[in-house]
Every structure is written in C-alpha cells, then in structure tokens.
C-alpha cells in the first residue's frame, strides 16, 4: 500500500552535486523511517542515510557523512542532497521506508519493508 518513486540521479562531473528526491503514497505511520541505499554492480546493497518520521534522528554511513544531507521538508517526500560527489559514489540509488516502530535507525536493507525502482547517478572523474 506503499509507494515509493525516485528521481534526480543523473550523470555528473566529480565534485559536483545532486538532489534525490523520494516521493512516497500511502499509509505513512508515524515511527516510519526513510532510507538511501544504494548498489554498484558486483557488490551488495549498502546503507547511505535514512531519517525518522519527524526529523528529529539522522544516521549516515560514514562513506557520505559530511557530504550527504537526508531531510524531509514534505509529509510525501524524503531527499537526499549529495555534495562533492566521488566516482566510488556511483551506483543505483534506492529509497526505503520502514512502517515498525524504531529503536533506533536500521541500517540494513532487510530491516525496511517498502522499496523504490531506484535511479541511477553515475559520477566521472
């Protein structure tokens, strides 16, 4: 009953930056967290960044701390913003939502339920 659809991944130049955004439909529960994964080819999906349901908890990977921004300025989207872009931080990104309550933020993909098509950001050097 959950949807999630991303957009804003591209293709751009080392050093740059771009916005992801998550745009989430449905029955939206008041502990739910957002997540940022993302997977490069050959290799498992990781943890990025994720965010409680008011805003008020961050985690990050300590890969993008410092350089990625998650936030949730809507009731209906979750964003990423990503500054200084690498070539490592290539790879498909993926929007998550967890509906259980938390304890604290899950950092792994099996601890949320609902998952976005993801979109690609490709980062040249």
């Known amino acids: 009953q959950v949807q999630l659809v991303e957009s804003g991944g591209g293709l751009v130049q080392a050093g740059g930056s771009l916005r992801l955004d998550c745009a989430f439909s449905g029955r939206i529960f008041r502990n739910n967290v957002m997540g940022w994964f993302r997977q490069a080819p050959g290799k498992e999906r990781e943890f990025v960044a994720a965010i409680n349901w008011g805003g008020s908890s961050t985690n990050y990977a300590d890969s993008v701390k410092g350089r990625f921004t998650i936030s949730r300025t809507r009731t209906d989207a979750v964003y990423l913003q990503m500054n200084s872009l690498k070539p490592e931080d290539t790879a498909r990104y993926y929007c998550?939502?967890?509906?259980?309550?938390?304890?604290?933020?899950?950092?792994?993909?099996?601890?949320?339920?609902?998952w976005g098509q993801g979109t690609q950001v490709t980062v040249s050097s």
């Open positions: 998550a939502g967890e509906y259980r309550p938390q304890s604290v933020i899950p950092t792994t993909p099996k601890d949320y339920t609902y």
